[in-house]
């Protein structure tokens, strides 16, 4: 899940090791986003690390990512995100 097509954009959702919170974003870029996390540089969750990928979907347009990006966060309950990758 690389973003190999430069216009493809990735709904990811972050896993907090710490307190099992979620965070749930989009980016142009996954490889960058992730490097970003590891120096502290997304203002969001830099002072809750450590944060661990567990899950991305891709899409063709940053529309159709952050309109699904919405749906899983209106979801509010950590249970409900955890369906989409743990079976």
Same mark, same amino acid.
């Given at each position: 899940?690389?973003?190999?097509? !430069?216009?493809?954009? $990735?709904?990811? @959702?972050? !896993? ?5 919170? &979620? &965070? ?8 960058? %986003? =992730?490097?970003? &996390? #590891?120096? #502290?540089?997304? %203002?969001?969750? #830099? ?10 979907? /891709?899409?063709? !347009?940053? =529309? /159709? $990512?952050?309109? %699904?990006? &919405?749906? @899983? ?6 249970? $409900?995100?955890? %369906?989409?990758? @743990?079976?």
């Amino acid at each position: 899940n690389q973003l190999i097509n !430069s216009n493809a954009v $990735a709904l990811e @959702i972050e !896993s907090n090791l710490v307190d099992n919170s &979620y &965070y749930i974003g989009s980016t142009g870029n996954l490889k960058q %986003r =992730l490097e970003y &996390y #590891k120096n #502290k540089k997304v %203002r969001l969750t #830099k002072n809750k690390l450590p944060f661990e990928l567990v899950y991305t979907e /891709d899409y063709k !347009s940053r =529309l /159709d $990512a952050q309109t %699904r990006k &919405y749906q @899983i966060k209106k979801w509010k309950s950590g249970k $409900a995100v955890e %369906r989409l990758f @743990i079976k």
